[in-house]
């Protein structure tokens, strides 16, 4: 099993529509937890931190369930700018040190 | 603030060279990493340096590559000799904390013929 999976991809979503995506991780010691996007060719750039208690930052929401290991992210409403790989980053405590392991990622596609 | 700077962007090399990769971190950033991304496959984690102390290597692949940070500022990376398969993106990320906050470079895409 992968330390992170994430949906298969690719979404793709008229604009305005509310789209979501899972992310499973295996190990119980994950510390932190991130959503990073990456436009094609670029870097990966982080879209937001990933808290116990859901947070939300505009269309963005994002959900995490430590008991079932997985963590969500909700897009509303949404634009065609958000068309990217949107890449799950867990932070495990191994062996002492935090070592941020990403997901293949999903990709979304938004059309008019 | 400047971002995390690799150079070059772009590498093309043929089987058997060698090839030093380097990451210009944010500024006070004492975490520095490296990574991989081969086509298709998720980005792999390669190695964590705490200014310049190497911190966690064990996702490096073998002994081709050589990873440094002399006095904790920039870090190069030593790909040698090249094989086919090191072809893939290679990002550089800092980060103040080592729990998050990663800012990652553009990247080098690294080709080997």
């Known amino acids: 099993r992968k330390e992170v999976e994430q949906d298969p991809g690719p979404f793709n979503v008229p604009e305005g529509a509310t789209v979501a995506f899972n992310c499973t991780y295996s190990?119980?010691?994950?510390?932190?937890f991130f959503w990073y996007r990456q436009d094609c060719r670029k870097e990966p750039k982080l879209l937001m931190s990933v808290y116990s208690s859901g947070n939300e930052d505009g269309r963005f929401t994002a959900q995490l369930n430590r008991a079932s290991q997985y963590i969500s992210l909700l897009i509303r409403d949404s634009k065609l700018s958000d068309s990217a790989t949107y890449l799950c980053v867990v932070i495990p405590l191994s062996g002492g040190s935090y070592i941020p392991t990403f997901g293949r990622g999903t990709s979304l596609i938004v059309h008019p | 603030e400047a971002g995390v700077t690799q150079f070059p962007s772009h590498s093309v090399i043929e089987k058997g060279q060698t090839v030093t990769l380097r990451c210009d971190p944010i500024?006070?950033?004492?975490?520095l990493y490296w990574y991989r991304r081969v086509m298709g496959k998720e980005i792999k984690f390669l190695l964590h340096?705490?200014?310049?102390?190497?911190?966690?290597e064990s996702g490096m692949p073998n002994n081709r590559f050589l990873a440094e940070r002399t006095g904790g500022t920039y870090s190069t990376l030593k790909v040698q000799p090249a094989e086919l398969e090191d072809s893939g993106v290679y990002f550089c990320a800092s980060s103040q904390r080592s729990w998050g906050g990663y800012t990652f470079g553009s990247g080098t895409r690294l080709t080997v013929v």
């Open positions: 190990n119980s010691a994950s510390q932190s």
């Open positions: 500024s006070g950033h004492d975490n």
């Open positions: 340096f705490v200014k310049e102390s190497k911190q966690d």
